[in-house]
T-cell receptor, first 112, second 113 residues
Framework: GESVGLHLPTLSVQEGDNSIINCAYS??????FIWYKQESGKGPQFIID?????DKRQGQRVTVLLNKTVKHLSLQIAATQPGDSAVYFC???????????FGAGTQVVVTP | ETGVTQTPRHLVMGMTNKKSLKCEQH?????MYWYKQSAKKPLELMFV???????ENNSVPSRFSPECPNSSHLFLHLHTLQPEDSALYLC????????????FGDGTRLSIL
């Protein structure tokens, strides 16, 4: 079956640096991708999404990049802050009626 | 602040008990979802409702029974659960199943004794 790949690695980032979190996907027909942030004791919080007809989308301090050629999605966080410490995970959707398939997540730890 | 509210936040129950999880969304959405989240595993979709109609049952055991009386409320009725059912149960909603993103509640932490 199709899968979205994150194996819960840990990314340690110094406060003020930029963070890059990566996600590999395997379904070339996926039309929609989304990033979530989950803090301890809370539910996933929507960060940013992107459709397959785009390759870049920017939000507040965050940028999502989509490379359909190599089936790769990344989330860039500018000027990482202590409040950015959380698990980040991506999800893909196979088609407009398809369910989201989630990766396991990356733990981001911001150090002072 | 979340527009999706789940109660209770924590639940401990024995294997023979019957309990229900409740989810309410205040976002005017028409699709609602139940997910199971176990440690270090991807979110597992359980059920999907679109305009109060169930559109997805992801091979969930019958000891989990969903109910969607209207577009704002979703329940998960639990009966005769197993220890491996201990997990965080998350509710989400979206405009409808075509229009994302999904917005999540903070979940119910369920422990089966």
């Amino acid at each position: 079956g199709e899968s979205v790949g994150l194996h819960l690695p840990t990314l340690s980032v110094q406060e003020g640096d930029n963070s890059i979190i990566n996600c590999a996907y395997s379904n070339s027909a996926s039309d929609y991708f989304i990033w979530y942030k989950q803090e301890s004791g809370k539910g996933p919080q929507f960060i940013i999404d992107i459709r397959s007809n785009m390759d870049k989308r920017q939000g507040q301090r965050v940028t999502v990049l989509l490379n359909k050629t190599v089936k790769h999605l990344s989330l860039q966080i500018a000027a990482t802050q202590p409040g950015d410490s959380a698990v980040y995970f991506c999800a893909e959707r196979g088609n407009s009626w398809g369910k989201l398939q989630f990766g396991a997540g990356t733990q981001v730890v911001v150090t002072p | 602040e979340t527009g999706v509210t789940q109660t209770p936040r924590h639940l401990v129950m024995g294997m023979t008990n019957k309990k229900s999880l409740k989810c309410e969304q205040h976002l005017g959405h028409n699709a609602m979802y139940w997910y199971k989240q176990s440690a270090k595993k991807p979110l597992e979709l359980m059920f999907v409702y679109n305009f109060k109609e169930q559109t997805e049952n992801n091979s969930v055991p019958s000891r989990f029974s969903p109910e969607c009386p209207n577009s704002s409320h979703l329940f998960l009725h639990l009966h005769t659960l197993q220890p491996e059912d201990s997990a965080l149960y998350l509710c989400a909603s979206s405009q409808d199943i075509e229009n994302q993103p999904q917005h999540f509640g903070d979940g119910t932490r369920l422990s089966i004794l």
